[in-house]
């Protein structure tokens, strides 16, 4: 950045003020075909350091604060006009400066009065029609030039700009999804736990066997767990049905809820696999949470372009809250219908994406 900042103080970038002073050897040209007088050449460097000034201190400017540089270089181009034509060129960087630097109304101003003075001065006789044309002219062309510039330039910032807030958003939806990941995996799994830890201190006594294969489970399912979050956390995470379908029916098993499982959809695209694989395992979280059921009907189908879900079970149903499970669902899910007049009932699709 340094370098950058260093290169166009010095103004050796393509788009720097250095560059463009090589036009005033347009300026210098006649001296070469006919020697100057006295006046030409002591005039033109009396101006210059008043021109250099005003030049590379409003080249970067913006608005107003660029307004002095542009008079100044108007009034010089005008002066030493009197004494030659070729005083025209000088005109070009004052048009320069104010299309670069002025946008809307005050760009038209500066240029509709920079062309009224030179108009007034070659009508007055000031100047001669030789300047009026160069400064007109090539002013044109310049102010052109320099707006196509500037146009390029503003188009950029704002790609620049655009690509940021992209970036910005790609982070924000990035933290939402290892959100709703780690949400339904840590929920899952620590029901899973409570579960079965309760399940094994009642049968710790009677069933030592059962209670030793419980709390075995509880180990299996904190080692996936922490493997799930870790690989969440890196973007990894792509559960799948299968395993996903193995921790839905070990929860309910622990819980004494009955399933019924059924699946016709045949393979997946992963992104898609992985979006139904959380929302059935939050939706079942729910259930065992919540639904104080004994049957739970899990049915995953295509149809056409769309995958459907549905989650059923007998529970005691009542007023939804969407809280973040269901929200979490209706995030993830393209539409998300939940019925809760009879146990609960949750109707979820998803689009596919085109199979190679």
Request: include cysteine.
């Amino acid at each position: 950045m340094a370098q950058i900042k260093r290169r166009r103080f010095l103004g050796l970038a393509l788009d720097g003020p250095t560059i463009w002073l090589s036009y005033l050897i347009m300026y210098v040209w006649p001296w070469f075909l006919e020697k100057p007088r006295h006046l030409d050449w002591q005039a033109s460097l009396a101006a210059l350091p008043v021109f250099l000034i005003a030049y590379y201190g409003s080249f970067d400017l913006r608005g107003r604060a660029a307004w002095p540089g542009i008079a100044v270089i108007a009034a010089i181009s005008l002066g030493l006009g009197q004494l030659t034509a070729a005083a025209s060129i000088i005109m070009l960087f004052a048009v320069m400066i104010t299309v670069q630097s002025q946008r809307g109304r005050p760009r038209y101003l500066w240029l509709g009065g920079m062309v009224a003075a030179t108009v007034v001065a070659v009508a007055i006789g000031w100047v001669s029609w030789i300047f009026g044309f160069g400064a007109i002219f090539f002013g044109g062309l310049a102010a052109a030039a320099t707006a196509a510039n500037s146009l390029l330039q503003d188009q950029t910032e704002e790609l620049i700009r655009a690509r940021a807030q992209a970036e910005a958003l790609a982070v924000m939806g990035e933290r939402e999804r290892i959100s709703r990941d780690l949400h339904d995996i840590v929920g899952h799994a620590f029901s899973t736990v409570v579960l079965k830890s309760d399940l094994a201190s009642r049968v710790i006594d009677s069933e030592p066997e059962r209670a030793r294969s419980e709390l075995d489970a509880i180990n299996t399912v904190g080692r996936e767990a922490l493997q799930e979050i870790r690989s969440a956390i890196r973007g990894l995470n792509q559960s799948t049905l299968i395993a996903a379908t193995g921790h839905v029916r070990a929860l309910l098993e622990a819980a004494d809820i009955r399933l019924t499982f059924s699946n016709t959809a045949g393979p997946l695209p992963a992104s898609v696999e992985h979006e139904v694989a959380m929302v059935m395992r939050e939706a079942v979280t729910n259930v065992v949470r919540h639904a104080q059921a004994t049957t739970c009907t899990i049915d995953i189908r295509r149809e056409g372009p769309t995958l459907f879900l549905d989650i059923a079970d007998d529970g005691r149903g009542g007023p939804i809250v969407f809280g973040n499970g269901l929200e979490g669902i209706r995030r993830r899910a393209a539409a998300l219908e939940v019925d809760s007049a009879d146990g609960v009932k949750i109707h979820a699709r998803f689009p596919l994406e085109p199979q190679p």
